[in-house]
């Protein structure tokens, strides 16, 4: 499981996150949704170490995560995939999955099969320039380049963003599939309504930096999507 508890982090005197508080379990696809600049962003690159928390903890089963750099949590067993995809765009496909295996801990240094069955697309271009893919393409290698380090726990900062529909369905396929049969966690940071209720198991909605609703997704009705979402 992932647990993060009371977390703070601040951009000068503006506080981004305000005690946030978010468990992640094993086998499920928890959703972090929110309007635009409330501190989802924020959230992920503090869970992945990559902003430095002003207080609270992350915890990895029972590691405590808190103090570690982004690189060591990596080896830990976290991946993050950005917002924005941030493929290197002049290394090939191939290059850009073996930068992934810099996480391992295992000490492998081969690409595993297990990602071309995931993403076929990206053994046919592997010798292609990480640029010239399409977004959506550049997603799935994004994604793809995370697994590569055979993570735990997957976070995902708007993974539909900018993506055709087929692609879309396409990830949360990838996604169902990569918590169901390998037990992985999963916290995503999505906006699309439509893909958290067909895919997401828990939410927790934040706005101005604190949770102010969580649950199964089952449970994310109108009224709270009107009061917290809507623009």
Known sequence: ????????????????????????????????????????????RTLMGTYRMGAGSVRLGERDLSRLPAHRRATAGMALVPQGREIFAKLTVDENLRIGLEARSDGVRRVPDEVFELFPILKTFLKRMGGDLSGGQQQQLAIARALVGGPKVLLLDEPTEGIQPNIIQQIGVVLRKLVSERGMAVVLVEQFLDFVKEFGHRFSIINRGTVVATGSTSELHADLVSQHLSV
């Open 1 to 44: 499981m992932l647990t993060a508890t009371d977390l703070h982090y601040s951009y000068g005197a503006v506080k981004a996150l305000n005690g946030v508080s978010l468990s992640a379990l094993p086998g499920e696809i928890t959703c972090v949704m929110g309007r635009n600049g409330v501190g989802k962003t924020t959230l992920m």
